[in-house]
């Protein structure tokens, strides 16, 4: 079964400094793997996508993701944070190959805050 | 183009009454899946529907049903309501060759 673990529930870091959110994921075949972003009281937005394409995914708003077979993992990260980036964040893994007929399953969140 | 959108975005209910969630899908996309996030938890598969029939259900019990309509729009059902049904209900659509979901803003349901 498809499974995806968010190591930390919060993460604390300063306007201009990295961010890194970590995600490890469990998959008995090749994943699809997404980072979602939820602002209080909203809906979820997509940030990026691996499909299976290059290893390294850009996202909007300066976010990318690298996928690592060899660690399972599929970690977040943006060089320098904005205030507007204070929100929760999921990794999701699909439970399938992908596209229309695939369920999501989500992980349990990161709330990143950014500190003036 | 319009998102998903979703209707009401916030309602009050009774324990033991029932409630109906609308969704209309991006214009194109076939395929609208439920999903329920409890305050502080991620988001829960529900149901999933692509081509007006059923392509999955999660572990929620029978007093949840759903349907998708001709024009790919989509109701989400919920039957003597408990205290715990009270969630966030969001919508997704997806384009049948893309692998990214859109979501909707939500429906906030409470159960007082």
């Known amino acids: 079964a498809q499974s995806v673990t968010q190591l930390d529930s919060h993460v604390s870091v300063s306007e201009g400094t990295p961010v890194l959110l970590r995600c490890n994921y469990s998959s008995s075949y090749s994943p699809s793997l997404f980072w979602y972003v939820q602002h209080p009281n909203k809906g979820l937005q997509l940030l990026l996508k691996y499909t299976s394409a290059a290893t390294l995914v850009k996202g909007i708003n300066g976010f990318e993701a690298e996928f690592k077979k060899s660690e399972t993992s599929f970690h977040l990260t943006k060089p320098s944070a904005h205030m507007s980036d204070a929100a929760e964040y999921f990794c999701?893994?699909?439970?399938?190959?992908?596209?229309?007929?695939?369920?999501?399953?989500f992980g349990t969140g990161t709330l990143l805050a950014v500190q003036p | 183009d319009a998102g998903v959108t979703q209707s009401p975005t916030h309602l009050i209910k009774t324990r033991g009454q029932h409630v109906t969630l609308r969704c209309s899908p991006i214009?194109?996309?076939?395929?609208v899946s439920w999903y329920q996030q409890v305050l502080g938890q991620g988001p829960q598969f529900i149901f999933q529907?692509?081509?007006?029939?059923?392509?999955g259900r999660g572990n929620f019990p029978d007093r949840f049903s759903a349907r998708q309509f001709p024009n790919y729009s989509s109701e989400l059902n919920v039957n003597a309501l408990l205290l715990g049904d009270s969630a966030l209900y969001l919508c997704?659509?997806?384009?049948?060759?893309?692998?990214?979901?859109?979501f909707g803003s939500g429906t906030r349901l409470t159960v007082v």
């Open positions: 999701v893994v699909s439970d399938g190959y992908g596209g229309a007929t695939n369920k999501l399953i």
């Open positions: 529907y692509y081509e007006k029939e059923e392509r």
């Open positions: 997704a659509s997806c384009p049948e060759e893309d692998y990214g979901y859109t």
């Open positions: 214009s194109g996309h076939k395929s």
